[in-house]
Antibody
């Protein structure tokens, strides 16, 4: 059974960079696409972007200038960096495995709340 | 505002059936059979319930079913159980710009 677990700081100051890591267990990261998705308080889900194990990435156009997703196949991990954060970036951040052929997310992490505040 | 429109809440009594709608456009739901549904109990990992409009992942209860008509997809849960109370989200492939997928705003299912 594939499991994903997000980790990283729960509090980030405005203008700084949010950094999160997703550790994949129960399966190899060297297949499928791996995504980051977020949910601001009281709002719906927003796809941030994804990465293939080869390093190929796709980003949400609304966040593209601030987002970097990377992968470390030796550690079975992938990471998210979001720069110049504001209060609007406060959200629960999820990592997920994405089957891009069927456009479905078949495994998710539990999510981690990141608050942007001074 | 989410790209796909869902009702904020629906409710039903145990044993009854409910349907949650998900309305998009011809750029997503209407033109592609790549609609998925997710169940989310707060504090837990979201769970894939339906993919490609009406397919269930292996082992999932057949009480959950999906369909689509025009720009609106639907999730139906029959024989409601207390543990079905959760938030439900739809998603769809979209051909809009380089955005791969759009989500609905979520529907809270209340089991009375």
């Amino acid at each position: 059974q594939v499991q994903l677990q997000e980790s990283g700081p729960g509090l980030v100051k405005p203008s700084e960079t949010l950094s999160l890591t997703c550790t994949v267990s129960g399966g190899s990261i060297s297949t499928y696409y791996w995504s980051w998705i977020r949910q601001p308080p009281g709002r719906g889900l927003e796809w941030i972007g994804n990465i293939y194990y080869s390093g190929s990435t796709n980003y949400n156009p609304s966040l593209k200038s601030r987002v970097t997703i990377s992968v470390d196949t030796s550690k079975n991990q992938f990471s998210l960096r979001l720069s110049s954060v504001t209060a609007a970036d406060t959200a629960v951040y999820y990592c997920a495995r994405e089957d891009i052929v069927a456009t479905k997310f078949d495994y998710w992490g539990q999510g981690t709340l990141v608050t942007v505040s001074s | 505002q989410s790209a796909l429109t869902q009702p904020a809440s629906v409710s039903g009594s145990p044993g009854q059936s409910i349907t949650i709608s998900c309305t998009g456009t011809s750029s997503d739901v209407g033109d592609y059979n790549y609609v998925s549904w997710y169940q989310h109990h707060p504090g837990k990992a979201p769970k894939l319930m339906i993919y490609e409009v009406s397919n269930r992942p292996s082992g999932l209860s057949n009480r959950f079913s999906g369909s689509k008509s025009g720009n609106t997809a639907s999730l139906t849960i029959s024989g409601l159980q207390a543990e079905d109370e959760a938030d439900y989200y739809c998603s769809s492939y979209t051909r809009s710009s380089s955005l791969n997928v759009v989500f609905g705003g979520g529907t809270k299912l209340i089991v009375l």
